[in-house]
């Protein structure tokens, strides 16, 4: 198959996270790290949405805080949901032009707003553009949907045309891949950071 089309995942794809001062974060605040968030539901369903988008900060501030160490204020919290995200390096920049130079390139992210003013500060200081790297960008807190959920593959095929046999999609969550891959994407799952390895052998038998 010659692909057209690459869905790209923002977080731990594009953006590299930082797991580790993740965890430091989230343990000064009294919460567990970010892989047992499923063990505790009452609090990682509202942190989900807010982390999603899909949730207001007020709401989310009320309902995860209880489970915070007394004392916790809310800056600190909002820190610990954001102290994972991390850098673009310079030649991921790189990368994603050349992409966009021979395929139709999208980013599809699952994203609170004051998550993606972050990452516009990240291109606005490397001198890039979205434009440069992307043709359309989707996100989860403008979309009111967000990954896994198939909905939100359909409004990307909806919005662009795009072909699911067509199209590879990259993310490092093996849920959204799964979900990609039912809709007929050919959905690969990504190491934390690692896309340029990931992506670069794919491409080449792609050729």
């Known amino acids: 198959?010659?692909?057209?089309?690459?869905?790209?995942?923002?977080?731990?794809?594009?953006?590299?996270?930082d797991l580790e001062r993740d965890s430091r974060a989230l343990n000064a605040v009294g919460l567990p790290p970010f892989p047992r968030f499923p063990d505790y539901p009452e609090m990682s369903v509202p942190a989900m949405k807010y982390l999603n988008g899909l949730m207001p900060v007020d709401e989310f501030l009320v309902r995860?805080?209880?489970?915070?160490?007394?004392?916790?204020t809310d800056e600190q919290l909002l820190w610990a949901m954001d102290a994972v995200l991390d850098i673009i390096p310079k030649e991921?920049?790189?990368?994603?032009?050349?992409?966009?130079?021979?395929?139709?390139?999208?980013?599809?992210s699952n994203i609170y707003e004051s998550a993606w003013q972050y990452v516009l500060g990240l291109f606005r200081d490397s001198g890039h553009t979205l434009d440069e790297c992307f043709h359309k960008v989707f996100l989860s807190y403008e979309l009111g949907l967000a990954k896994p959920d198939h909905s939100i593959f359909q409004a990307v095929i909806d919005h662009t045309g795009i072909i699911p046999e067509e199209t590879l999609f990259l993310d490092d969550g093996k849920a959204n891949v799964d979900s990609?891959?039912?809709?007929?994407?050919?959905?690969?799952l990504v190491p934390n950071n690692k896309l340029e390895e990931t992506l670069s052998g794919i491409i080449s038998c792609n050729q």
Do not use: S
């Open 1 to 17: 198959m010659k692909y057209k089309n690459i869905i790209l995942d923002l977080a731990g794809v594009v953006l590299n996270l």
């Open 64 to 72: 995860v805080k209880p489970f915070c160490k007394p004392g916790t």
């Open 92 to 108: 991921r920049f790189d990368f994603l032009i050349g992409l966009h130079n021979i395929y139709n390139v999208y980013l599809l």
């Open 180 to 188: 990609a891959a039912q809709m007929g994407f050919h959905a690969v």
